[in-house]
């Protein structure tokens, strides 16, 4: 997580104690708080969408009357990487088009790649091709 780009310095503290919080240091963890971290009224509000005794999501969280159209999203991308969540009957607020119209758009991208580092290494640079002759 060293690489990783934060927002400001209060979505990095977030994220660093909520971590230490939860006491679970995985993808699905790490990937969770960060995106949860990258605006200050998700942050503010975690505990509505987030139970650290029982360490699962909160769904009811998405309809408390502090979210606003960013905040959803962000909710709904920080649900999704946790364990695949989207709302029955509103999955199509939960595909790329939607979530990524806004401002949190590079950090979402960030949340991606805690969640699938594996999938998501710098690829090499691709070598110059040799021009064939005939």
């Known amino acids: 997580m060293s ?5 400001n310095a209060a979505h990095r503290d977030f994220f660093l104690e909520s971590m230490m919080k939860c006491r679970v240091n995985d993808c699905y963890h790490r990937a969770f708080f960060y995106v949860m971290g990258i605006a200050g009224e998700t942050r503010q509000n975690i505990n509505a969408m987030f ?3 029982t360490d699962c999501i909160k769904p009811e969280g ?3 009357g502090w979210q606003t159209s960013g905040t959803v999203k962000v909710c709904h991308l920080a649900f999704n990487l946790w364990n ?3 709302e029955e009957g509103r999955e199509k607020l939960f595909t790329p088009e939607e979530l990524f119209c806004c401002e949190f758009a590079p950090y979402f991208m960030e ?3 805690a969640r699938y580092p594996e999938y998501c290494r710098d690829l090499p640079t691709p070598k110059k091709q040799a021009e064939h002759t005939r």
């Not at 690489?3 to 927002?7: A, G, P, S, V, Y």
């Open 3 to 7: 690489e990783i780009r934060f927002r």
């Open 51 to 53: 139970d650290f005794k």
């Open 62 to 64: 998405m309809h408390g």
């Open 84 to 86: 695949g969540y989207a």
């Open 111 to 113: 949340g991606i790649k």
